[in-house]
C-alpha cells in the first residue's frame, strides 16, 4: 500500500490536478518571506489579481462620465449586475430571476425575514438550529421581540445528538412534525459555521411545506462552497454573503434568493424601494410602486458599483473553471484532509467535529483538541498557517479549490503532527 501522508504524494496529487493553476489567479498573503498556507477562505476569500482593475475601471469611468457611466463606457452600470445572476444561477441553483445582489446578510436575513415570517397568534414559531451563527440567533430574536412574542417560546432550537456537536435531519423533521400547528418559519443554514455540518435542505424543506411554514436558509457557508439546487428544492427564500467562498472582498454586497411562485403573491409583505420598481418605469418617478417580475423587486436602492465590481471579477472566475469542477476538486481536498488527519490521531488528540460522509460536508474540516488548543492553534500561524480559531477548543480549516493545494494540506497535518509530538 502506497504511504498517502507523504511530501511526494501531495505533490503528486497537485502535479496531477486540472485546476492546479487558478491558484496564479489570486493573491496568496505571505507570511515572513513565505506564502502562507491559507485556509480561512470559510471567514474570508482571497482577493483575486483582477479585481483591482475592476474596481479601477468604475473609478475611471465616474470620472470620464458623472452619473452618466449608468449608460456610457464599456461596461454601463445600468445592466452591470445582470452579468452577475446567470453565474450565480449556477452557483446557487436558481433561475437568474430568483436572484437578486444586494445589501449585506444580516440585512437581507432581516429583509426576507418580514416577507416570510408573519406570525399569528397561533402560529409564530421559528425553528432553527441550536448555536446558529450569532447575527441569525439576533435576526431571530429581535424578529420575534418585535412581532410581540416572547422569545423563550417562539424559537425552537434543535439541538445535537448527545455526546456529538451534529443536529440530525431526523431531529430536525421531527421538531418540525411537533411543532405542525404552531410553526410559522423554518430556518436554517445550509452549513454549519462551526461543524461544517451540511443540512439537508429539500428534506428540511418538504417539511417545512408539510407543517403549512416557510422554509429559508442562511448560505453563508455554503455557497460557493457545496452543491444547491434551491429551485428544484423549492427552498423560500434564500441569502448568503459573497466575501466567504465567493471572494469578492471584506463586507462585499451580499445575495438574496426567492422563488418565483412568491413574485406574484400580493398577500406577501415587503419593504419597498425605487430601484425595486419594475425598471420598465423605474425612472418615470411615479407614486405607485410597480414590483419587479423578479426577486430584484426586494431591492431597494442604487446598487454600489465599487462593491459589484469585486463581486463580478471574482464571480467571472467561477464561471472560467467551472463551478462543477471546483467541487469535485473540493471533495478530493477535503478527503486527503481526512485521510491523513485519521492517520495520524492514534492517540485521539483530537476529534473530528465535522461529518465523515463527503454528503454531508463542504471544505471546511473542524477538530477539537484535546489538550493545549490554544497554545496549538497559536503554534500553527507561528508555521505559517492560516487557520481559524473558535472557543474552547475548536480549529477550523477550509481547503478551498480555487486557491488551496494538496501540499497545504500535508504541510498543515505534518506541523499538527509535530506540535502534538512536542507538546
Ligand atoms: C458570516 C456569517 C454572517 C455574517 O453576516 P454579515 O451580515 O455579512 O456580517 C451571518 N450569518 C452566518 C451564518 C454567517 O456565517
Redesign the pocket.
Known amino acids: 500500500m502506497i504511504d498517502k501522508f507523504t511530501l511526494a504524494y501531495a505533490k503528486q496529487l497537485d502535479e496531477k490536478d486540472e485546476l492546479k493553476n487558478c491558484r496564479d489567479k489570486f493573491y496568496i498573503p505571505y507570511i515572513g518571506d513565505k506564502e502562507a498556507v491559507y485556509f480561512l477562505g470559510n471567514?474570508l476569500g482571497l482577493q483575486p489579481k483582477k479585481t483591482q482593475d475592476e474596481v479601477f475601471n468604475v473609478m475611471e469611468n465616474w470620472a470620464n462620465f458623472g452619473v452618466e457611466g449608468f449608460f456610457m463606457g464599456e461596461d454601463p452600470w445600468l445592466n452591470y449586475h445582470k452579468t452577475l445572476s446567470p453565474i450565480l444561477s449556477e452557483i446557487i441553483g436558481a433561475k437568474p430571476e430568483e436572484i437578486v445582489t444586494m445589501n449585506?446578510?444580516?440585512?437581507?436575513?432581516h429583509l426576507l425575514m418580514i416577507s416570510f415570517y408573519n406570525p399569528t397568534p397561533t402560529r409564530y414559531k421559528i425553528i432553527c438550529e441550536a448555536k446558529?451563527?450569532?447575527?441569525?440567533q439576533y435576526t431571530f430574536q429581535s424578529q420575534v421581540k418585535m412581532h410581540g412574542f416572547d422569545e423563550k417560546d417562539a424559537i425552537v432550537e434543535v439541538q445535537p445528538k448527545a455526546g456529538t456537536e451534529l443536529i440530525t435531519t431526523e431531529d430536525i423533521l421531527a421538531a418540525i412534525e411537533g411543532n405542525k400547528d404552531s410553526v410559522a418559519l423554518i430556518l436554517f443554514?445550509g452549513v454549519n459555521?462551526y461543524t461544517g455540518q451540511v443540512f439537508d435542505i429539500a428534506a428540511i424543506t418538504a417539511a417545512a411545506h408539510n407543517a403549512n411554514a416557510y422554509a429559508g436558509f442562511?448560505l453563508?457557508?455554503a455557497a460557493g462552497n457545496i452543491k444547491l439546487e434551491l429551485h428544484q428544492w423549492n427552498v423560500d427564500f434564500a441569502c448568503w454573503?459573497n466575501?466567504?467562498y465567493l471572494n469578492s472582498g471584506p463586507?462585499a454586497i451580499?445575495g438574496a434568493y426567492i422563488h418565483e411562485k412568491h413574485f406574484a403573491n400580493k398577500a406577501l409583505k415587503r419593504l419597498e424601494g425605487w430601484w425595486g420598481n419594475d425598471e420598465k418605469n423605474r425612472f418615470k418617478m411615479e407614486p405607485a410602486f410597480t414590483p419587479s417580475p423578479s426577486a430584484e423587486a426586494w431591492q431597494m436602492s442604487t446598487p454600489p458599483m465599487i462593491l459589484l465590481a469585486a463581486h463580478k471579477t471574482s464571480l467571472e472566475i467561477f464561471k472560467e473553471v467551472g463551478f462543477g469542477k471546483l467541487l469535485a476538486k473540493s471533495k478530493e481536498l477535503s478527503a486527503y484532509l481526512f485521510y491523513i488527519l485519521n492517520e495520524i490521531n492514534d492517540t485521539k488528540e483530537f476529534n473530528i467535529l465535522t461529518p465523515a460522509n463527503p454528503d454531508e460536508r463542504g471544505c471546511q474540516v473542524s477538530i477539537s483538541v484535546r489538550e493545549n488548543a490554544k497554545a496549538i492553534f497559536d503554534e500553527l500561524l507561528k508555521n505559517g498557517i492560516f487557520a481559524d480559531w473558535r472557543e474552547p477548543n475548536v480549529i477550523r480549516v477550509a481547503p478551498v479549490p480555487l486557491y488551496n493545494t494538496f501540499e497545504d494540506i500535508f504541510y498543515f497535518v505534518n506541523v499538527l503532527q509535530k506540535l502534538f509530538q512536542d507538546k
Open positions: 471567514s449585506h446578510l444580516t440585512v437581507n436575513l446558529a451563527f450569532p447575527s441569525d443554514s459555521y442562511d453563508a457557508h454573503c466575501y466567504k463586507g451580499a
